[in-house]
């Protein structure tokens, strides 16, 4: 993203969804959400810090956009979403305050007692990741349905939490599962030492599904010097596709080309292939010039973090950059994916040094070979 000039000079303290002026015609356009638990970030870029989330019929009012992402305010502060859930608001019917109203006379409290516990949108492990929190952290009890408290967040709105990896007032026997696990008992992978010579392995009988991020009409993030992700990363690709084909891999790309593909043609194209790994590769930004690094992102647990695992490490190895390490995001082309699907990040183009490096040959080999490397360190274990 090119650096903005935050322009600290708009100082409307506006808390969108609950005093949302539709008529400050000079202020911006009011827009409706037509999601739920949409990212309310720090800056443009889905790395950017979550402050809060939306949910449906919350209502925003739009100051700037830029490249999929709009910029409102939020408690005062400058804060961004991603502008695909949004619609223009026509009437002013129904705005719908909803997370804003959760405010109670005499809340229970609840005290967290396990590390990295995942805040969900419903009362059980199957409903959407919407935040983490741990030891040590207390919430306002909004109730508690089958041994799981909906909560008050931080920013107002509400989401579940395990009972058993919480103590409150009422004394819940804390229960042995943990959330913080992949529930399904294999976490003995997670600490097996690896296997020290895979790399002799080979890909052959693999299908990977390339996905260069953006393209077309979609630019991506904006560097420096308003270089543009979405070609920054199709050198990478080409790149990373025949390193995967030289080990054997059949290499399957999402798009070839400058063009415009959506999220869902992604996904789509993924599920239809007997696909062994499905891999989203991007470059990220930051208003904030010193951020660098690269890190790989999954979805879902299990394996998918293994695979992000794998990848990062091959990574560290191969790249000079620094590590970010591996990261749990809520992205499309992750969540929507039934196959086995990471995304990696290969490194900030807002980054004097990470864009320099993204842009040599050396860089690009290096990065194509850590991916092949998680690849075959996490086929063949
Ligand atoms: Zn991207």
Known sequence: MKMRS????????????????????????????????????????????????????????????????????YGGQEAWVASQFLYPANGQSNANS???TVSNS?????????????????????????GYTSNGDTYNLVKSTNNWNKVVLGDGSSG???????DHSNGNSPAP?????????????????????????????YNIVLDPGHGGKDPGAIGIGGVFEKNVIMNT????????RAAGATVILTRDNDYFLSLEERVDLSNAYNTHAFISLHYNAYP???????????????KNRQLATDIQSGLRQNTSLYSRGIMQSDYHVLRENSD??????????????DLATARTNAYQNNAADGIVQGLLNYFNE
């Open 6 to 73: 935050f322009t600290a000079g708009i100082s409307l303290m506006l808390l969108f969804f609950i005093f949302i002026p539709a008529v400050h015609a000079d202020s911006g356009k009011t827009y409706e959400v037509g999601a739920n638990n949409l990212n309310v970030r720090t800056a443009p870029s889905h790395s950017a810090q979550v402050i809060g989330q939306l949910n449906d019929g919350d209502r925003v009012v739009v100051f700037q956009k830029a490249f999929g992402w709009v910029q409102t305010y």
């Open 98 to 100: 909803g997370s804003a």
């Open 106 to 130: 005499t809340p229970e409290k609840i005290t967290v007692t396990a590390t990295e516990v995942r805040i969900r949108t419903g009362p059980g492990t199957n409903h959407d990741i919407i």
């Open 160 to 166: 579940w939490i395990a009972g058993w990896l919480t």
């Open 177 to 205: 599962k943990n959330d913080t696990n992949n529930s399904n008992s294999t976490s003995n992978n997670d600490t097996e030492p690896k296997s020290s010579n895979p790399a002799n392995g080979s890909l052959e009988g």
């Open 237 to 244: 690709v080409d790149n990373v596709a025949r390193e995967l």
């Open 288 to 302: 904030i010039l010193g951020i660098n690094g690269f890190s790989t992102h999954f979805y879902a647990g299990g």
């Open 340 to 353: 086995l699907a990471v995304l990696v990040e290969l490194g900030f183009i807002t980054n004097p040094n």
